[in-house]
């Protein structure tokens, strides 16, 4: 069996100079490398969509056990979540590839869209929000997180996508001796021309930004009567915070 592993990088810093795998997809990574231990036949393929700065997490990627990446250097900045499926189904069908793993959303823009997305044009079974997963022979079956707090089971014959959510696994963090070795294993780089994909099908939203959250202030708490509480929060809100 062969499973493609769809990560994201997403920035750890303000000056956007460290790139990470994005949360959930470390579950998805996982997940594929407790698969491959159990089936040595098995071959796990990352798959990215990125500028050409993204080595240093995909060999922190390698070093967790996959095989190889395949890598399409390409800027995400407008790019549409149509846009990043269509590119990963193009790689997938290249690739040959039986099973899809990726997390269920990323954390920086939590659009929840890539898994369904890429499910939809492959026309393959999905499963989105898995906390557990068991493949027997040709088939998947996933227990998902429902709304409610309810566990839904699905059970899908492969090929399939499958969308990691927390609790999936416990994300092994590769060691030094495995980001050197990691260093002798295959990048495949590929452009979105080699894919037969058209730019300008792929664009369409503008990101002017991206940066961390401010950090939190610091919580006042105002003690005594309750009228006089009260006054005090009003101008506080008035002279302070400047809100009223």
């Known amino acids: 069996m062969r499973i493609g592993v769809c990560i994201k990088g997403v920035v750890e810093d303000n000056e956007g100079s460290k790139w990470v795998i994005n949360t959930f997809d470390e579950y998805a990574l996982e997940e594929a490398v407790r698969l491959k231990e159990r089936d040595e036949k098995t071959e796990v393929v990352v798959i990215t969509v990125g500028p050409k700065d993204l080595r240093e997490m995909l060999y922190a990627a390698l070093a967790t056990k996959a095989d190889r990446v395949v890598h399409v250097v390409a800027t995400e900045e407008g790019m549409s979540g149509f846009g990043i499926a269509a590119i990963l189904k193009s790689v997938v069908w290249q690739e040959e590839i039986d099973l899809v793993l990726l997390g269920k959303q990323a954390v920086d823009n939590a659009s929840h869209q890539i898994g369904g997305l890429l499910a939809g044009l492959l026309d393959w079974p999905q499963a989105i ?10 088939e998947a ?3 998902r997180l429902a709304e409610g707090g309810k566990i839904e089971v699905i059970r899908a014959r492969l090929p399939a996508v499958i969308g990691a959510s927390k609790g999936l ?3 092994r963090y590769p060691s030094l001796r495995g980001i050197i070795a990691a260093k002798k294993k295959e990048i495949k780089e590929i452009t979105l021309e080699e894919l037969g994909l058209a730019r300008e099908d792929l664009y369409g939203i503008k990101v002017e930004r991206v940066f961390a959250a401010p950090e939190k202030g610091v ?5 005594g009567e309750p009228g006089k509480a009260a006054a005090e929060l009003v101008r506080l809100l008035r002279e302070e915070a400047k809100v009223i």
């Open 129 to 138: 929000d898995v906390i557990e997963l068991a493949i027997e022979g040709d």
């Open 141 to 143: 079956t996933a227990h």
């Open 169 to 171: 696994n416990e994300p």
């Open 219 to 223: 919580c006042k708490f105002i003690e």
